[in-house]
C-alpha cells in the first residue's frame, strides 16, 4: 500500500512539475525565420508585428531573414528545426506554392503546426504614371501593340508570377517577366523605370509610392479589398479570370510541437491584433490586419493551394 501510495504521489509530482514547465514557455528569445529578403511585404509586417507579440510573450524576437529560392529554402530550415516552439517561420504559408511552381513536391499541410494567421495578402499590379497607360485595359492594349517588349517585375511571388502567365496565355499576351528577391527591390526597379509593371504586395515602397500618386495601380490580382484603392478591378471577381492568388501571412511550427506551445503562439497573434495601436499601424501601412487561428489558417490554404495544378496545367497548354 505504502509503495502505491509513494508511486501515486511521485506521478502527481512528475506531472505537476512537467505542467510547470509547459507553462513557463518561452524562458528564453524566440527566432523568427522570415524566409525573404529585407523591405518586401512579408519582412515589413512582421517586424510590425514583433513588438507587440515581444511584450505579450515576454520574451524578444530574434528575426533572421533566410531569402532565397521563393521563401522555399527558409521556410524548410525551419521544419527541421526542433519542435519546442522556439524557432517559428513567418510569413511562411507563400512557400507552399512556390514548392508546387519549382517542381518539387507539394507539401503535406499535416507535417506542420499552425499557429495562426495576422493578415491576408492579396498582389496588386502596379505602373509607373509617365507610361502610356493608366488602367489595365490601356495597359492590356500597350503589350499588344508591343509584343515582347514589355516586362514585368515580381516581388518574389511565383504564385503571382504564374497567375499572369495564365493572364498572358488567356488574353495573348507577349511578355516578359523578372523576378527579385523582394518587393523591396522590385519596387526599387519599377520607381526606377527599369520594367514596364510590376507586381507587389501592399506595404511595399511601391504600394507607398502608389499612395502617393507617384504609381499607378492597374490590377487586384487576389479577392480582397486593397487600402487606398476600393474601386480597384479584381481579375477573378470583375473580370472572369477562372484563378487569383490570396495569400495568408502565417506563423507555422516545425511538426511535433507540443499543443501547449502552439496554443500559446496562437493566442499571442490574437491578442496582438486586437491592440488598436497595432492595428492602426497596419493599416496606415497600408495591411488589413485579420486573424485566422490555426485550424482555419490550415484550411484556408488547403483550398488556395488546389487551385495552383490547374493553373501550371492551363499555362502548359500553352507551350
Given at each position: 500500500m505504502n509503495k502505491l501510495l509513494s508511486a501515486l504521489l511521485a506521478g502527481t509530482v512528475s506531472l505537476f512539475f512537467m505542467g510547470q514547465a509547459q507553462a513557463a514557455f518561452p524562458e528564453k528569445p524566440l527566432n523568427v525565420i522570415v524566409a525573404y529578403a529585407p523591405g518586401g511585404t512579408g519582412d515589413?509586417?512582421?517586424?510590425?508585428?514583433?513588438?507587440?507579440?515581444?511584450?505579450?510573450?515576454?520574451?524578444?524576437?530574434?528575426?533572421?531573414?533566410k531569402d532565397g529560392g521563393a521563401g522555399v529554402p527558409g521556410f524548410e530550415y525551419v521544419m527541421k528545426a526542433k519542435p519546442d516552439g522556439y524557432t517559428i517561420a513567418a510569413p511562411a504559408t507563400p512557400a507552399f506554392s512556390a514548392s508546387i511552381f519549382l517542381r518539387k513536391k507539394a507539401y503535406d499541410l499535416n507535417n506542420m503546426s499552425f499557429a495562426g494567421t495576422y493578415m491576408i495578402n492579396d498582389r496588386i499590379l502596379l505602373a509607373r504614371t509617365d507610361r502610356p497607360y493608366k488602367n489595365w485595359e490601356e495597359f492590356k492594349a500597350y503589350i499588344k501593340a508591343n509584343p515582347g517588349k514589355v516586362s514585368i517585375g515580381s516581388g518574389a511571388s511565383q504564385e503571382a508570377v504564374e497567375l499572369l502567365r495564365s493572364v498572358a496565355v488567356k488574353e495573348g499576351l507577349d511578355i516578359n517577366f523578372v523576378m527579385y528577391k523582394s518587393g523591396g527591390e522590385a519596387s526599387a526597379d519599377l520607381i526606377g523605370g527599369h520594367i514596364d509593371a510590376c507586381e507587389l504586395g501592399v506595404g511595399t515602397a511601391g504600394y507607398q509610392a502608389a499612395r502617393k500618386g507617384d504609381l499607378n495601380?492597374?490590377?487586384?490580382?487576389?479577392?480582397g479589398e486593397v487600402p487606398d484603392f476600393p474601386d480597384l478591378p479584381k481579375l477573378h471577381a470583375d473580370l472572369g479570370h477562372p484563378f487569383y492568388t490570396s495569400v495568408p501571412?502565417?506563423?507555422?511550427?516545425?511538426?511535433?510541437?507540443p499543443e501547449e506551445i502552439r496554443a500559446t503562439w496562437e493566442n499571442a497573434i490574437k491578442r496582438a491584433l486586437e491592440d488598436p495601436e497595432l492595428q492602426e499601424a497596419m493599416l496606415k501601412a497600408g495591411f488589413s490586419p485579420k486573424f485566422m487561428n490555426g485550424q482555419e489558417t490550415k484550411s484556408f490554404c488547403e483550398e488556395a493551394t488546389k487551385l495552383i495544378p490547374a493553373m501550371l496545367e492551363f499555362n502548359k497548354k500553352a507551350e
Open positions: 515589413i509586417s512582421v517586424r510590425m508585428l514583433a513588438k507587440k507579440l515581444e511584450s505579450i510573450l515576454g520574451q524578444p524576437l530574434v528575426i533572421t531573414n495601380v492597374l490590377l487586384n490580382l487576389g479577392t501571412y502565417s506563423f507555422i511550427l516545425p511538426k511535433g510541437t
